[in-house]
């Protein structure tokens, strides 16, 4: 949740890093959009709004603390 702060072990931080960055919006796209219910996949249905979402998520990685 937002303003939430987290304590991870710092390679598990950088193995999310990793894993978000390694996502496609193409793979988005055929993996989870048409799970959402259909009012809402066309809201997910672009590339910014991907991007935006990846975004997001590194900012809570890189907001989270690390543990060593």
Same mark, same amino acid.
């Given at each position: 949740p937002a303003g939430m702060r987290t304590s991870l072990p710092a390679e598990?931080?950088? @193995?999310?890093?990793?894993?978000?960055? +390694?996502? +496609?919006? *193409?793979?988005?796209?055929? @993996?989870?959009?048409?799970f959402l /219910? /259909?009012? @809402?996949?066309?809201?997910? *249905?672009? /590339?910014?709004?991907?991007? *935006?979402m990846t975004l997001r998520v590194l900012d809570a990685l890189e907001n989270s603390d690390a543990t060593h």
């Open positions: 598990l931080l950088a @193995q999310a890093r990793e894993r978000c960055l +390694a996502i +496609a919006f *193409d793979e988005f796209k055929g @993996q989870v959009l048409s /219910p /259909p009012e @809402q996949q066309g809201s997910y *249905d672009t /590339p910014a709004v991907w991007e *935006d």
